[in-house]
T-cell receptor, first 113, second 113 residues
Framework: GNSVTQMEGPVTLSEEAFLTINCTYTATGYPSLFWYVQYPGEGLQLLLKATKADDKGSNKGFEATYRKETTSFHLEKGSVQVSDSAVYFCALHYQTGANNLFFGTGTRLTVIP | DAGVIQSPRHEVTEMGQEVTLRCKPISGHDYLFWYRQTMMRGLELLIYFNNNVPIDDSGMPEDRFSAKMPNASFSTLKIQPSEPRDSAVYFC???????????FGPGTRLTVL
């Protein structure tokens, strides 16, 4: 089946620390991969995406590389800020078949000054 | 564009009452999604529409839940009768076409006493 597994949270980091949030997936084909972010009290919004193997998505200093060999799409940022405190969701989507996004459980990040 | 609009933002009701949640997608978007978010179960897709037609309602928990999309600019999610376990944040999202970014509304926080 299709599933997304994210590292358990919560994650607490000091400002300017390096961030990694792990995401691995199980899929029968070649999905597109996404990271969505949910700030407190808001809906989810797309952070970055990658549509094929070896693609790197990037936005706002965040990066993730689509690794087919390890079925992973880990989210990284070199220097986090307090404003990055949010819940991060990894998700996958197929270009054919049902138009569903399969979400991971989310990882809560708190950045302290 | 105002983005996806949901109403009400908060709803508190008593067990057994009917609850109606409303959503206005972004103009021109062909797909509309209803999600439910809880601490225990994370983010769950309930149902999605394409061009106002329900495509996949396999995530709807039970017959107490129903969703309609009478036109391209309006959708409702109804719970009748409501139960305390329905307490959650309900999100509506829309996307322009198949596989494109989903834009989420701010959510409706439902509390059933």
């Amino acid at each position: 089946g299709n599933s997304v597994t994210q590292m358990e949270g919560p994650v607490t980091l000091s400002e300017e620390a390096f961030l990694t949030i792990n995401c691995t997936y199980t899929a029968t084909g070649y999905p597109s991969l996404f990271w969505y972010v949910q700030y407190p009290g808001e809906g989810l919004q797309l952070l970055l995406k990658a549509t094929k193997a070896d693609d790197k998505g990037s936005n706002k200093g965040f990066e993730a590389t689509y690794r087919k060999e390890t079925t992973s799409f880990h989210l990284e940022k070199g220097s986090v800020q307090v404003s990055d405190s949010a819940v991060y969701f990894c998700a996958l989507h197929y270009q054919t078949g049902a138009n569903n996004l399969f979400f991971g459980t989310g990882t809560r990040l708190t950045v302290i000054p | 564009d105002a983005g996806v609009i949901q109403s009400p933002r908060h709803e508190v009701t008593e067990m057994g009452q009917e609850v109606t949640l409303r959503c206005k997608p972004i103009s021109g978007h062909d797909y509309l999604f209803w999600y439910r978010q809880t601490m225990m179960r994370g983010l769950e897709l309930l149902i999605y529409f394409n061009n106002n037609v329900p495509i996949d309602d396999s995530g709807m928990p039970e017959d107490r839940f129903s969703a309609k999309m009478p036109n391209a600019s309006f959708s409702t999610l109804k719970i009748q009768p409501s139960e305390p376990r329905d307490s959650a944040v309900y999100f509506c999202a829309s996307s322009l076409k198949r596989g494109s970014e989903q834009f989420f509304g701010p959510g409706t926080r439902l509390t059933v006493l």
